[in-house]
Antibody, heavy 119, light 109 residues
Framework: EVQLVESGGGLVQPGRSLRLSCAAS????????MHWVRQAPGKGLEWVSS????????GYADSVKGRFTISRDNAKNSLYLQMNSLRAEDTALYFC????????????WGQGTMVTVSS | SSELTQDPAVSVALGQTVRITCQGD??????ASWYQQKPGQAPVLVIY???NRPSGIPDRFSGSSSGNTASLTITGAQAEDEADYYC????????????FGGGTKLTVL
């Protein structure tokens, strides 16, 4: 079964850091680009970051650039998101998503991990 | 960065056809993909590329594009189609950047 499972979310104070993980199974992880997408409570989807199969190209939304770092470990079939200098507006459910082979769509999603930034 | 604009809410009578649209400059260059999200669930890809449906998506879902507008059409809407729908495309600012529309809440009457 193709599956993505996020972990690492929780309650964190503003200015602190958190590292999210996404464990992939059921497909050849290092064949595909991967993404992080978030959804603030009651709001729409917001693309956060992407990384190609070999980590050769990486992109970030303006809202997180300079604070968040995406990475992957293909040997461990895992995707990561290091989040520094967290702000209240980073409070959201964070999803990892697998990219299709081409055309840039997100065909597999995890169930998400909740990050709450509050003092 | 690019922006994608969707109508916040659309309604359709059971069994009728509805079109959900997404507008943005990036759609002149890139295909949109469409996602269905029901409350408390992760999004599900329903349309990508020119008009491709992933396995398991009913053929009443179809996609099209013209100029700066992409459309998701549901022909013969069912009660279970009531959900939020989001479009997404590459961002004109860079190949590895993406952007979502604000979402459309579809109500099936």
């Amino acid at each position: 079964e193709v599956q993505l499972v996020e972990s690492g979310g929780g309650l964190v104070q503003p200015g602190r850091s958190l590292r999210l993980s996404c464990a992939a199974s059921g497909f050849t992880f290092d064949d595909y680009a991967m993404h992080w997408v978030r959804q603030a409570p009651g709001k729409g989807l917001e693309w956060v970051s992407s990384i190609t199969w070999n980590s050769g190209s990486i992109g970030y939304a303006d809202s997180v650039k300079g604070r968040f770092t995406i990475s992957r470990d293909n040997a461990k079939n895992s995707l990561y998101l290091q989040m520094n200098s967290l702000r209240a507006e980073d409070t959201a459910l964070y999803f990892c998503a697998k990219a299709t082979a081409n055309l840039g769509a997100f065909d597999i999603w995890g169930q998400g991990t909740m990050v709450t930034v509050s003092s | 960065s690019s922006e994608l604009t969707q109508d916040p809410a659309v309604s359709v009578a059971l069994g009728q056809t509805v079109r959900i649209t997404c507008q943005g400059d990036s759609l002149r260059s890139y295909y949109a993909s469409w996602y269905q999200q029901k409350p408390g669930q992760a999004p599900v890809l329903v349309i990508y590329g020119k008009n491709n449906r992933p396995s398991g998506i009913p053929d009443r879902f179809s996609g099209s594009s013209s100029g700066n507008t992409a459309s998701l059409t549901i022909t013969g809407a069912q009660a279970e189609d009531e959900a939020d729908y989001y479009c997404n495309s590459r961002d004109n600012s860079g190949n590895h950047l993406r952007v979502f529309g604000g979402g459309t809440k579809l109500t099936v009457l």
